[in-house]
């Protein structure tokens, strides 16, 4: 899942082979660089078990790559090291920026708000959904 060898057409050939078996996710080097292809369907991937599941196994198995995995990822790093975190999203028109982006932010709102005890991420979810 994990590409090590980083050259263009070994990035090609994981993602097409990737994109084949349903899984648009794949991470580059070291999980910090997340390439997606847009599957042009609605999957069923962005659920919130699979958010919590990110969040909580950070470090400690192993998932699938995933945009919640990126989103963990920032989010932890802001939480223990007090560090700010960016996350670019970049891509040609219609390859999915804006739901990645949107999934970033609804990852965010209810780890947060689960956080503080808001059920189902309640108004900051809108506001960070809204956001984009």
């Not at 580059?28 to 699979?50: C, H, K």
Request: with cysteine.
């Amino acid at each position: 899942v994990q590409m090590l060898n980083v050259d263009t057409p070994n990035i090609l050939n994981t993602l097409h082979l990737r994109h084949q078996e349903g899984s648009i996710y794949s991470n580059v080097g070291a999980n910090s660089i997340l390439i997606s292809v847009n599957p042009y369907r609605w999957l069923d991937i962005y659920g919130t078990p699979l958010m919590r599941e990110h969040y909580e196994a950070f470090g400690t198995k192993q998932l699938e790559p995933h945009v919640f995995g990126i989103a963990a990822e920032a989010y932890k790093a802001l939480c223990v090291h007090g560090v700010s975190q960016s996350i670019v999203t970049s891509g040609e028109s219609g390859s999915g920026k804006t739901e990645n982006t949107k999934q970033i932010f609804r990852f965010l709102a209810e780890i947060a708000c689960s956080r503080s005890g808001e059920e189902n991420g309640g108004v900051m979810q809108q506001v960070l959904i809204n956001s984009n």
